[in-house]
C-alpha cells in the first residue's frame, strides 16, 4: 500500500505578522495552527508537525502523541532548513504533502485529493482557477533533494526544476490561495 502524510512545517517566527501567528484565533475561535491540524486530521492522514524547540509549550496545546512531533533545531535559519530536517524524520512514507502551518484554509477534501494523486516520481501541486497553490506533494523520488533544501524558499526549486514530473491537481479550494502574512489575513474572505 502506498503510504502518504503530511509534514506541517509551522516552526518559523512571523515577523510580519507582529507576533506569532500560530496562535491568533480566527474567526473560527480556533488558532490558525489549531485550524490547519484540525484539517489534516479530517483528512485521515498521519502527520508530523514541525516545530523549533522553544516550542514545546505551543506542541503540549494540541494533545499530541511525541511521535507527531519534531523539534528543528536550525528552524531559525529558514523554513528550507526545517523542511531539510523535518524530512529526515518521517516514517516510510512513499508520498509527502508538504503543508505550511499558516494556511488553515484548505480544506480536507485537498489533502485527500492530494493523497490520491502523488506517486512515486511526481510532484502534485494543487491549483484553483488556474492558480498553483499549497501543500504540494512529493513522491519518494524527490526524498534526497528535500532533506539538502536551505533558506527560506523552501522546495519551489524542485518544482520550478522538474516541470515534466509536475502533476497539476485542479482542486475547489480556493484555501489554496491564502496564508496568513498580516493580522488582516485573518478575517479576509
Not at 488553515?104 to 516520481?121: C, R
Request: charged share 20%; aromatic share 6%; hydrophobic share 40%.
Amino acid at each position: 500500500m502506498f503510504q502518504v502524510g503530511v509534514l506541517l512545517l509551522a516552526a518559523g517566527v512571523s515577523h510580519r505578522f507582529g507576533s506569532d501567528k500560530r496562535a491568533a484565533v480566527m474567526p473560527n475561535g480556533k488558532t490558525v495552527l489549531e485550524t490547519t491540524l484540525e484539517n489534516i486530521k479530517q483528512a485521515g492522514l498521519p502527520f508530523k508537525l514541525c516545530l523549533a524547540p522553544s516550542d514545546r509549550a505551543l506542541a503540549s496545546v494540541f494533545d499530541l502523541e511525541q511521535h507527531q512531533l519534531i523539534f528543528c533545531h536550525n528552524a531559525a535559519k529558514g523554513m528550507g532548513v526545517t523542511l531539510a530536517e523535518g524530512m529526515t524524520q518521517i516514517p516510510d512514507w512513499q508520498g509527502t504533502i508538504i503543508a505550511l502551518g499558516d494556511m488553515p484554509w484548505v480544506q480536507p477534501h485537498t489533502y485527500t485529493l492530494l493523497k490520491a494523486s502523488v506517486s512515486k516520481d511526481t510532484l502534485c501541486v494543487p491549483t484553483y482557477e488556474g492558480q498553483k497553490g499549497n501543500p504540494v506533494a512529493f513522491g519518494e523520488d524527490f526524498y534526497e533533494t528535500l532533506r539538502q533544501s536551505n533558506g527560506d524558499r523552501g522546495a519551489r526549486f524542485l518544482i520550478d526544476n522538474n516541470p515534466d514530473q509536475v502533476n497539476l491537481i485542479a482542486v475547489d479550494d480556493s484555501g489554496i490561495l491564502r496564508d496568513i502574512d498580516q493580522l488582516k489575513d485573518l478575517h479576509t474572505d
